[in-house]
């Protein structure tokens, strides 16, 4: 506890000389502020919405075309990742990125082109997927036009505030009903990189967000990504093709607008085995499950669990319906209760 | 509790007072003050924590604990074949789904931990919100979740199993519809996509 008071003290210490360099300063960066902001505010005073896509679009090709070093904190609820992300572009154009995980067990992930493979530690738990997007970063609809998200999201722009040194834009992707979360994005001013970002729910609460720490962009490619192209690959997961249509035959009667049907197949669930109906919905920016399995075998009692990842169980006669996805419970309910015996 | 009463359980968890009669005086104290109990704790965990002992001994991060139980349990898959031969695949594809549920899991603890104090006993929300640690490490708040019959800790054990299982095949399903979006694989990009309209009613 006393070693805990003493660097308090010494922080307040660098405190006043900081502040004292500070103002020492105050008459250059005045100064450079007359300039600066004739430049800068252009695109958000011209035309706001389009101007937020064109910030949004910016952000999606700089996370596809930029050269950069960065470290970065992901926070859900409670919990806080450091990790290390780099990305680059080879002279032909083939794109590269690692994310290392900088806590716990040694979990990299390393995508190149089309393929992202997952090392982890046993080595014989590493596998490759198919994949433009590194799985578990960020939105796989952050790395495209913002088209694909409308009509059903929105994006505003606004001056943003100053994020891991850099000036910001601040981007605002809103769903037009209360059904699903919201996203706050700030996007550098000079490279279009995404520096910060906040998933929320519509009332504002935090549920999930990423903070570059430090950003480094580079001509080129970062010289630790260079030999990445010859690494080992693990071996790549393969699906069965041809699944068994759901057997139940309870289908969702709603759910918000703009939600898709992805997959839906009878099979066993992961681990436990349990045999279930499942369908899986996207509205391109989020995912929803849908799990139908006897009751019976089921066994669970009435339930939601609330966090950046909910879940939302009902029994309905011999059923069970169970809601899995990045949405508010009170969505998930009303997708739950809306199972019905198809028509 | 006190400035003064804080510093002397720190002092005390440091082994800072010589006189002996005050020591015990002090335990005295501690041992009849929840407050303080407490503050012990609290002391005790950011001293373990300073020192970087606190993450192998205390489960502050329950998340790989749980993955490595729930994989131990788990029967062969077969959602997944590869050409590397199935027995293989199966091996890599187990920790995989427990790699990626890390995050989830870890956030569904601490929850339900943090959602304990507020949530008093209350009829009139329906469902309730669980409040029940996925380790069950803290079975006593699942009185408010479930009606009338208490369940038993074996009960317990496999709803956490199976509450895991159901986020952990989410995440698997969310990778998988990854590379079938790239394939072309998925419905949305066949002609089935059509077969069944969803009504929206806004």
Redesign the interface.
Same mark, same amino acid.
Not at chain 1, 76 to 79: F, I, Y
Not at chain 1, 251 to 264: D, H, I, N, T, V
């Given at each position: 506890?006393?070693?805990?008071k003493q660097i308090l003290n010494r922080t307040k210490n660098q405190w006043k000389m900081t502040s004292n360099w500070w103002r020492g300063s105050l008459a250059g960066l005045l100064l450079v502020s007359f300039t600066a902001p004739v430049i800068a505010q252009t695109p958000v005073a011209e035309a706001p919405s389009s101007s937020a896509e064109y910030w949004f679009n910016q952000m999606s090709s700089a996370l596809r075309e930029l050269n950069f070093e960065a470290t970065l904190v992901k926070s859900?609820? *409670?919990?806080l990742?450091p990790m290390t992300w780099l990305h680059g572009v080879y002279e032909d154009g083939l794109e590269v990125e690692l994310v290392v995980r900088l806590n716990?067990?040694d @979990?990299r992930s390393v995508r190149i082109g089309?393929d992202t493979s997952?090392y982890?530690q046993p080595s014989?738990?590493?596998?490759t997927?198919?994949?433009?997007?590194t799985? !578990?970063l960020l939105p796989?609809a952050f790395y495209q036009p913002f088209e694909n998200l409308q009509p059903h999201y929105q994006v505003l722009v606004d001056r943003g505030m100053r994020v891991t040194g850099r000036s910001t834009y601040f981007l605002r992707i809103l769903s037009r009903?209360n059904?699903r979360y919201h996203y706050g994005l700030w996007v550098d001013r000079k490279s279009g990189m995404l520096l910060k970002m906040q998933m929320t729910t519509p009332q504002g609460e935090v549920l999930e967000q990423i903070q570059l720490t430090t950003f480094v962009e580079r001509e080129s490619m970062p010289i630790s990504l260079s030999d990445l192209r010859g690494v080992p690959r693990? /071996?790549?997961?393969?699906?069965?093709r041809n699944m068994e249509p759901p057997q139940f035959s309870l %289908?969702?009667?709603?759910? /918000? *607008?703009?939600?898709?049907?992805?997959?839906?197949s009878h099979?066993?669930? *992961?681990?436990?085995? =349990?045999p279930s109906d499942?369908f899986?919905?996207?509205d391109g920016l989020t995912?929803v499950?849908i799990?139908v399995s006897q009751s019976q075998q089921? *066994?669970? /009692? %009435?339930?939601? =669990?609330? !966090?950046? %990842?909910s879940?939302f169980n009902?029994n309905q006669g011999e059923f069970a319906i169970?809601v899995?996805?990045k949405l508010p @419970?009170s969505t998930l309910?009303r997708i739950a209760e809306s199972m019905q015996p198809?028509t | 509790m006190t400035d003064r009463s804080y510093e002397q359980v720190s002092a005390l968890l440091d082994n800072a007072i010589d006189d002996t009669r005050e020591q015990e005086q002090q335990l005295d104290t501690l041992l009849s003050d929840s407050e303080a109990q407490e503050a012990w704790g609290r002391y005790a965990l950011i001293g373990r924590v300073m020192k970087g002992d606190a993450t192998t001994e205390q489960p502050l991060d329950i998340s790989a604990a749980v993955a490595a139980r729930v994989s131990n349990e788990a029967q062969p898959g077969k959602v997944v074949q590869g050409r590397f031969g199935k027995q293989s695949i199966q091996r890599w594809l187990r920790p995989t789904g427990s790699i990626a549920i890390a995050a989830s899991v870890a956030l569904v603890a601490v929850l339900s931990v943090q959602q304990t104090a507020p949530v008093v006993p209350e009829e009139t929300v329906q469902p309730a919100f669980a409040t029940a640690p996925i380790g069950g490490r803290n079975p006593v708040s699942y009185n408010t979740v479930l009606q009338s019959n208490e369940p038993t800790q074996a009960e317990l054990a496999q709803q956490s199993r199976l509450l895991q299982s159901y986020m952990l095949d989410h995440q698997q399903q969310l990778q998988l519809s990854l590379q079938a979006q790239q394939l072309n694989e998925n419905l949305e990009t066949n002609s089935e996509s059509d077969k069944k309209p969803v009504e929206n009613d806004q």
């Open positions: 506890m006393r070693i805990l859900s609820g *409670a919990r990742e716990g067990a @979990v089309d997952y982890s014989d738990s590493s596998y997927l198919h994949s433009d997007v799985y !578990g796989a009903d059904d693990p /071996p790549r997961l393969h699906e069965i %289908e969702p009667q709603w759910l /918000p *607008a703009g939600f898709k049907l992805l997959r839906a099979r066993r669930i *992961a681990e436990t085995r =349990l499942y899986l919905y996207t995912e499950s799990y089921q *066994a669970l /009692p %009435e339930l939601a =669990l609330k !966090g950046p %990842e879940l009902l169970t899995v996805g @419970v309910q198809a | -």
